[in-house]
């Protein structure tokens, strides 16, 4: 499926604007990081700056975000390899995607996967979630690769195939999307058992599933940091307690592993810009740790 309006500007100018709605209504996990502790959330840009292109943004996602529009994607996703490539090429290829279009910030998208990972590794985390850090952004090579809009590429993602819950930003915009009166998608389980686990779950297609299927298979992560990168947009999860009534024992460990993480991506974007030559020899040396020279995309 072709790219549709490959504006890296656009794309970007969108992204950050939900990031500033989500570190705005953000309600810190007390998740004992020295980081964010010092952090003024209020010099981030006002919500009201960013609302009107999110609400925008978020009707859109919440109509197209089918059911079937989800089992394509996983097929097509299996169908295809969408190039071949290394962690740090990837990086530097997805850097391609934006220009300095964020007025809160003029850092490029590999300053920001460095500055995640570096103020993981300042907080001496172990080296698996510094690289995790490094990493967890680059599904929105999706954007690149071909995608169908922004609407399949970022944005927090939510439960399809049961309710839509009235902890997703903007609930009311689900109206639009044809599985909100279905007979079963529109019950509080859906096509779901209670307690199922979220692994047998389909949650809204997007950059974080994206690179949890490239990176799961082709790595030597820990289920933690695969629950860092598959759930770190699932906002109405890990932040509003959403969706507890699919999720098992082992979904409670990945809570408290997304949470412990979540911080160090909302508020490193007003840190001091990091210089990539000057990091990549720690970075790449962290990267053959675990993960192939190559990767298939």
Request: hydrophobic share 35%.
């Amino acid at each position: 499926m072709p790219a549709l309006n490959l504006d890296g500007r656009d794309f970007d100018a969108t992204s950050d604007a939900i990031d500033d709605v989500n570190v705005l209504k953000a309600k810190l996990w007390d998740d004992k990081s020295e980081f964010d502790s010092s952090k003024d959330k209020k010099s981030f840009r006002q919500y009201e700056s960013a609302c009107d292109r999110v609400k925008a943004f978020y009707k859109e996602q919440h109509e197209k975000q089918t059911v079937d529009f989800n089992i394509k994607a996983r097929v097509d996703f299996k169908s295809r390899k969408r190039g071949r490539m290394g962690i740090w090429e990837a990086m530097e290829k997805l850097n391609t995607l934006v220009d300095d279009s964020d007025p809160d910030t003029e850092l490029s998208q590999i300053e920001h996967l460095l500055q995640t990972a570096e103020a993981i590794r300042r907080d001496g985390k172990p080296e698996w979630m510094q690289v995790t850090g490094l990493i967890h952004d680059l599904g929105k090579l999706m954007f690149i690769f071909g995608s169908e809009g922004q609407w399949d590429v970022v944005g927090d993602t939510f439960v399809v195939g049961c309710k839509y819950s009235d902890k997703n930003i903007y609930p009311e915009t689900f109206a639009g999307n044809p599985d909100y009166d279905d007979s079963v998608y529109s019950t509080e389980c859906g096509i779901y058992q209670p307690h199922c686990g979220l692994d047998n779950v389909m949650v809204s297609w997007g950059h974080d599933e994206y690179l949890y299927h490239v990176v799961k298979d082709q790595s030597t992560l820990p289920e933690e940091a695969l629950a860092m990168i598959r759930y770190h947009s699932f906002y109405p999860w890990h932040r509003e307690g959403a969706y507890m009534h699919l999720c098992n024992e082992k979904d409670q460990k990945s809570l408290e592993a997304v949470r412990a993480f979540n911080p160090y991506d909302l508020y490193s974007k007003d840190d001091e810009p990091c210089d990539p030559e000057k990091l990549r020899p720690y970075y790449e040396e962290l990267i053959a740790k675990f993960f192939p020279p190559v990767l298939d995309w």
